[in-house]
């Protein structure tokens, strides 16, 4: 998938979270990242918008972690539905 498709995507679900009928709690994002091997999670939130910031503050703290995606999930679920990819830097989609 192009860059384009992969920041229209991101752009439609920030959209999707400022709509009258989203509710807070249906959706967890969950910032992805790698630290000495392991796949750690970095940040989670209600909309997309919030947990790309909060990913992006852990980042500029720790050099050594590698940001991987932002997963979506359902809440009460165990797996993700959709994963978000970014190209950097973060603070151009918040």
Do not use: R
């Not at 498709?5 to 990242?33: H, P």
């Amino acid at each position: 998938m192009e860059t384009i498709e992969y920041s229209q995507k991101i752009l439609d679900e920030i959209k999707f979270n400022t709509y009258t009928d989203y509710k807070l709690g249906d959706w967890l994002y969950l910032g992805m990242a790698k630290k000495n091997g392991k796949k750690i999670c970095i940040s989670v939130g209600y909309t997309l918008n919030y947990c790309i910031k909060k990913s992006n503050e852990f980042l500029e703290l720790d050099d050594d972690i590698s940001f991987l995606h932002i997963s979506k999930i359902k809440t009460g679920e165990k797996t993700a539905c959709d994963k978000f990819y970014f190209q950097k830097p973060l603070k151009q989609y918040y």
